[in-house]
């Protein structure tokens, strides 16, 4: 598995899996209709930004069938935690075909590695806070709950998310 940043011609493939990810991820969380609609051409276009987008990291994880999966690492988006060198782990997504093949943890390994070179004192991450597998999974990665911290947004189908934010310690006492 090879593990490397983005570019700007990676945008379609993530797309696809952006949406292809949350339909099979999400189905029975969000309204059917929802994730029926969502479009990977418009997908593309937001990754082409966000790729571009200098302060923030994006990895690809390649295996001999081409980009699997994805990650992003950027500053907090909450401007007080980022101002404390805080940083944020704002996607990670893996091709259904390919979960529990080693992907995801790729990802997450090169997205702390990311976090620490760029000096960030801890990363956190939200999940949906019945997504629990991702839950098992960043946990195994050593993430921990923050039981203080959660919001709940809709889902653009009507559905109110509850969401978790997950934490781990990235300063060097924690090594």
Aim: contains cysteine; aromatic residues 10%; hydrophobic residues 40%.
């Amino acid at each position: 598995m090879e593990v490397r940043l983005a570019t700007p011609d990676d945008a379609s493939p993530l797309a696809a899996i952006h949406v292809r990810t949350w339909q099979t991820a999400y189905r029975g969380l969000i309204p059917d209709e929802t994730l029926d609609s969502l479009d990977v051409a418009e997908r593309a276009a937001r990754w082409r930004s966000i790729i571009g987008d200098c302060r923030k990291d994006t990895f690809v994880a390649i295996n001999d069938d081409g980009i699997v999966g994805f990650c992003s690492v950027e500053p907090s988006r909450n401007e007080a935690e980022a101002r404390q060198g805080v940083g944020e782990l704002t996607s990670l997504y893996v091709d259904p075909d390919y979960w529990r093949k080693g992907a995801g943890r790729a990802l997450c390994d090169a997205a702390i590695a990311q976090a620490q070179d760029r000096r960030f004192r801890e990363l956190i991450l939200w999940v949906l806070e019945l997504n629990h597998a991702a839950r098992s999974f960043y946990e195994s990665m050593g993430f921990e709950l923050d039981s203080d911290a959660e919001y709940t947004r809709e889902s653009g189908g009507g559905t109110e998310l509850a969401h978790v934010r997950y934490w781990i310690d990235l300063s060097p006492s924690a090594a």
